[in-house]
Nanobody, 131 residues
Framework: QVQLRESGGGLVQGGGSLRLSCAAS?????????MAWFRQAPGKEREFVAV????????YYADSVKGRFTISGDNAKNTVYLQMNSLEPEDTAVYYC???????????????????????WGQGTQVTVSS
C-alpha cells in the first residue's frame, strides 16, 4: 500500500510564506513518474497547482501561482515540496499531493494538469491565508 502524507499547512498572513511537504511511502514509490500538487477551495473544483517529473526535474505551474510557488523533489527521500511565497487570500484551500505511477508518455498541459491522470493521493493539508 502506497501512502502520501502532506505536512506544512497552516494559517499565514497575506504576503507570507509556507512550505508544504509530501512524503511517499510504500513499495511502489520508485515507480512514480511525476508528483504534483492540487488544491481545492470550499465550493470549488479541485485545481492543478504544480507538477514535477521525477526523471529530470521538469516542472510546470498553473498561471495563478507562477513566479510565487516552487515545486521541488528529493528522489532519495521520496518527498516533494511546494514552497509558497507571496501568499494571497485566494490561495486558501486544502492542498493535496498526487502521484502518477509511470511516466506521462506525452507531456502535455491537458494531461499533466488533469487530476484523473494521477493514481495516488494524500489526505490534504489546509492552507489559510488571511488578508
Amino acid at each position: 500500500q502506497v501512502q502520501l502524507r502532506e505536512s506544512g499547512g497552516g494559517l499565514v498572513q497575506g504576503g507570507g510564506s509556507l512550505r508544504l511537504s509530501c512524503a511517499a511511502s510504500g513499495r511502489t514509490t520508485s515507480t512514480y513518474g511525476s508528483m504534483a500538487w492540487f488544491r481545492q477551495a470550499p465550493g470549488k473544483e479541485r485545481e492543478f497547482v504544480a507538477v514535477i517529473r521525477r526523471s529530470d526535474g521538469r516542472t510546470y505551474y498553473a498561471d495563478s501561482v507562477k513566479g510565487r510557488f516552487t515545486i521541488s523533489g528529493d528522489n532519495a527521500k521520496n518527498t516533494v515540496y511546494l514552497q509558497m511565497n507571496s501568499l494571497e487570500p485566494e490561495d486558501t484551500a486544502v492542498y493535496y499531493c498526487a502521484a502518477r505511477r509511470g511516466a506521462f508518455i506525452i507531456w502535455t498541459i491537458s494531461r499533466i494538469t488533469n487530476p484523473s491522470n494521477y493514481d495516488d493521493w494524500g489526505q490534504g493539508t489546509q492552507v489559510t491565508v488571511s488578508s
